[in-house]
């Protein structure tokens, strides 16, 4: 990022803000003391390491994060007060420290991390903290700084997007819906499983969750996974036509003495979500589709065309009544692969999607009003030694459904100023070829219909 990439966390550290400077032992202790000196306590005198002393905070590796123009970082927080990043290793002695040098990698000419209101512990700004502290110690602080910082770093991110897109539009002719997108993604949020608590009727269902490891909850992954590079290809095509959201169904084979859950084939629904009347029809024609192919029925897929590829709450519900519904009545053990694939999100890595295979574990018996715990499932990915006939006649026939959308991707815009959509939908699915190298060829006679019909 040329010479304004900083070197260390030192000169990180020198460039930052000044409202962190280190305090001795005996000035924190004369914090609690002090009365009427608000202004001094939340620009200068609370460091992380009075919220540790304090019980407000606790140690911990992978705590701190911050999240920032699509890019998400991860840092440790020491017994010191002073912040590891989980990257590189290197250590901050503040978060604002730590905020600066994170977002001049992604933006040079960041001047500041505001990292109070940018860094958060355990899934909540540190700011939030700030607060809670001066309440119980400073109660006739001046709060009005404190609200400034978290509103400073909204109001600052946000400009920096509409910045971004608006000199994109000036650059590259048709790049606003490419853009703008990056709105979408800044405002879907993860939050961890364990900030959630029992169920509430006024949470957003559409709020995204991240995905626990098996081991972070004691358990090991029941199941094998293997899924066919075939699968991954025609769904990725499927979620990248249109910037609505998709489903599909997964067939393949459950092997009991094994364990080996197979994923063979993919089954996008021509259908709209919203219309229930063709719905049962479809998926009608899909299981006469696997009983003919001799293949069961082990999992779905759907998209989140601009944002992470993460659960939301409303597929943690889905998930698990379609792993009830696999299940049976014999209460046998079949397991129900969920994919969730991330076309058009701005924090992906490069032009290929992310596509997350998840499973979701019941609560425990005595929490019975708790939400499923959405885990990541662990997935062998086996490549095909070619592209058959029935995977491109499934991409013929989604795009002569998608050919009169509305939501249909304008794929000669932009995705980024130097790639276009139709670039970027190629580049997606090169991650998926099979063994024979013809697949390209055939795979530009989809693409020019794809052209044809913009």
């Not at 700030?130 to 109660?139: N, V």
């Given at each position: 990022m040329g010479s304004e990439r900083p070197g260390s966390p030192q000169a990180v550290e020198d460039g930052a803000e000044e409202d962190e400077e280190e305090l001795s032992a005996g000035e924190e202790a004369d914090l609690r003391s002090s009365a009427g000196r608000g202004s001094l306590l939340t620009r200068r005198g609370i460091t992380l390491r009075v919220l540790l002393k304090d019980g407000l905070v606790e140690p911990g590796d992978g705590v701190l994060t911050i999240h920032y123009l699509g890019k998400n970082f991860s840092g440790d927080l020491l017994t010191d007060g002073k912040i590891r990043w989980v990257e590189t290793g290197q250590t901050f002695n503040s978060p604002s420290a730590w905020a600066t040098h994170c977002k001049r990698l992604v933006n040079p000419a960041k001047k500041s991390g505001c990292g109070w209101a940018s860094v958060r512990y355990?899934?909540?700004?540190?700011?939030?903290?700030?607060?809670?502290?001066?309440?119980?110690?400073?109660?006739?602080?001046?709060?009005?700084?404190v609200s400034e910082e978290e509103d400073d770093e909204d109001e600052e991110e946000g400009k920096a997007t509409v910045q971004n897109d608006d000199k994109n539009k000036n650059n590259r002719p048709g790049v606003h819906d490419a853009m703008v997108s990056k709105k979408t993604d800044r405002e879907r949020i993860p939050v961890r499983y364990c900030t959630l608590g029992t169920r509430d009727a006024s949470r957003d269902p559409h709020t995204l969750v991240e995905l626990s490891a098996f081991s972070a909850i004691n358990r090991f992954q029941p199941f094998n996974v293997a899924v066919s590079s075939n699968v991954l290809l025609l769904m990725d095509f499927h979620c990248h036509l249109t910037t609505s959201e998709v489903v599909g169904y997964l067939g393949g084979r459950w092997d009991t003495n094994t364990q080996l859950l197979t994923v063979l084939r993919a089954f996008p629904c021509r259908t709209r979500l919203a219309d229930k009347e063709s719905a049962s029809a479809v998926e009608e024609e899909i299981c006469q589709n696997l009983f003919m192919r001799g293949l069961s029925l082990v999992g779905w897929y759907h998209s989140h065309p601009r944002g992470p590829a993460l659960p939301s709450l409303q597929d943690i519900d889905s998930q698990m009544d379609h792993q009830l519904r696999l299940q049976g009545s014999n209460n046998g053990f079949q397991p129900c692969l969920g994919l969730i694939c991330g076309p058009y999100y701005h924090g992906n890595q490069g032009v290929a999607s992310t596509i997350t295979p998840f499973w979701v574990v019941p609560p425990a018996e005595q929490r019975p009003n708790d939400y499923g715990i959405p885990v990541a499932v662990e997935v062998t990915y086996v490549q095909d030694n070619f592209l058959t006939s029935d995977v491109l006649n499934e991409m013929m026939l989604l795009v002569d459904y998608y050919r009169a959308a509305p939501d249909l991707v304008q794929f000669q815009q932009f995705w980024c100023p130097d790639t276009t959509m139709m670039d970027k939908i190629k580049g997606s699915l090169s991650c998926h070829a099979p063994k024979d190298q013809a697949y390209s060829q055939i795979l530009e006679h989809v693409y020019s219909q794809l052209n044809h019909i913009q």
């Open positions: 355990r899934g909540q700004k540190l700011v939030q903290y700030k607060t809670t502290w001066l309440h119980k110690y400073q109660p006739s602080a001046d709060m009005s700084l």
